[in-house]
Structure formats: structure tokens, C-alpha cells
């Protein structure tokens, strides 16, 4: 880590032996975060300081899911998205798509700063570039943004949503396009390339923090795309990423104990749990489903 670095030592934040962390969130008001184990179905919350406070089952694969402004959730589940109360517990389903093969499923998903729920899908079997981008309006309309994905991950926006950034784990590559009110993608360009990124944020320095699964790291990137600083991680599947704790300056990291065998889980005992990294900037609140 250069001397210029953000960001302190990684911690456990919570052991939570996962075997696919996911869709981190962090809740200001209520001062918790909450995280998917994707695999498993559970929809986890932890307090501030990462004691467990409660894990809802809800039909696996929970993929991903994100505030709703009514209160509740907004969570997408293999093929279906529905919105649920406080607790977890699913009121209704209000979309559904038909994916290409049997072997797709979704993954990321995110609210845009327009309300709308924005959710890729990947391939399980083959690997095909056969994933997609959808988003969900809070009415249940869905319009398919983008196909030829091949594993849809890290989604994020510029502060005024005129560019959004989408990721090919597959292809190694976060891809950035102009966005807007109307829930527009445009044309896609590559952003960073040449590592397999998963989750995304972004600081209040304008910068992307992307998880790099497989790798044992997150890595920093300043507007432009440049190459900022690598915050090693105990653990090598990385996955979500996340900014909270009391001043939004505490990067959580989700990471995953799916594909290591026992020799490799052995030496990095810290895979499937949610790590915590201070750091000198700040992020923001989630955005919610307007739904």
C-alpha cells in the first residue's frame, strides 16, 4: 500500500462463515448493515459494532436486495423480483423474467438515483455471454437495458446519475455508460479492465472501490480509471462492497467461502466473513426503490 493510502488495516466485522456474501447495505438511520448470503437464501443483519441480529431465510437464491423509500426491501431471488416488509418477509412479487437458458439466474442489483431497480443476471453452466441488465420500475415495469453479459456485477452512478458504471466479472472488465432520468443506458466503454471485478462503489472523492473476487483485494480507482492504491484482504474470494458505519467511512467487504477447498479455507479462515476497513473518505446512503 503506497504511502498516499485511504484506508487502515482490514478486520472481521462479522464472522459470518458465508458461503456467498453479497448486496451489502448499510441502514444510517437505523445504524445496521444487512448483506445476502446468495447461496443460502439469508437475508443477514448485523448492529454497529457486527453482533448478530437477525438472519431471514427467503427463498434461495436471494441475489441481491436494497431499500425500499416505503420501508422494507426490494430483493431480486433467481428469476423474480419482489418487495418485502422491515422484517424480510416477502408482500409480493412484481416482476418476472425468463432467462435465456435454465442455467442463468440474477445477481447484482442496485437502485438507481431515479427509484428504479436495476438487476443483471449471469450464467451458472456454461459461462455464455448470455446475462442481461434489466430495470424494474416501481410499478413492476421491466425494460431490458443490455444484453451479452457474461457474470453482471458492481453497479454504481456519478453523484448526479449522468454516468453509470456496470461490470463483466467475465470479461474482467467495469464498463461506464451515460445515464439519466428517463433510465437510459447509453453506449458502454471500458472503464478498468484486467482483473475480475465483482462489487463497485464509489467515495466522496469522486473514486471506485471495486472487489477483485478471487484476488484478495479491493482496488482503488480515481476518476479517470488510474490505478490509486490495493487494500489486501484476509480472505480471497472478495465480493461486495460497501460504505457505512456512523460517518460513512468504514468500507465493508463481503467475501465468499464457495469455490476453496479445505486446505485453502484453512488459510484464509477469514473467507465468508464481512470485513470492515477504515478509511479517510466518506460514501453515501444507499439509494432506495421508490416502489
Known sequence: MSSSATTGPATVFSDARAVLAESI?????????????ITLGTLNTADAHGTAVSSVPLPPPLASFQPRASGGFVAALGDSVVVTDAEGAIEREIARVEHATAGIRFNEGKCDPFGRFLVGSMNLTTGEPDGALYSIEPDGTTRLLRGGFGVTNGIEWSDDGSVMYVTDTSASTVYRGSYGPDGELGE???????????????????????????????????PDGSHLETVELPAPN?????????????????TARENLTEE??????????VLAVPTRVHGFPANTFSG
Not at 462503489?201 to 480515481?222: K, M, N, P, T
Not at 485453502?264 to 466473513?273: D, N
Open 25 to 37: 447495505v448499510w441502514d444510517p438511520s437505523a445504524q445496521l448493515l444487512r448483506w445476502t448470503d
Open 188 to 222: 458502454l466503454e471500458p472503464f478498468v479492465v484486467g482483473a475480475a471485478h465483482d462489487g463497485l462503489v464509489r467515495d466522496d472523492e469522486g473514486c471506485s472501490w471495486s472487489a477483485i473476487y478471487g484476488g484478495g483485494r479491493v482496488e482503488r480507482y480515481g
Open 238 to 254: 472478495v465480493t461486495s462492497v460497501a460504505f457505512g458505519g456512523p460517518d460513512m467511512a468504514t468500507l465493508f467487504v463481503g
Open 264 to 273: 485453502q479455507l484453512e488459510q484464509s479462515p477469514a473467507s465468508g466473513a
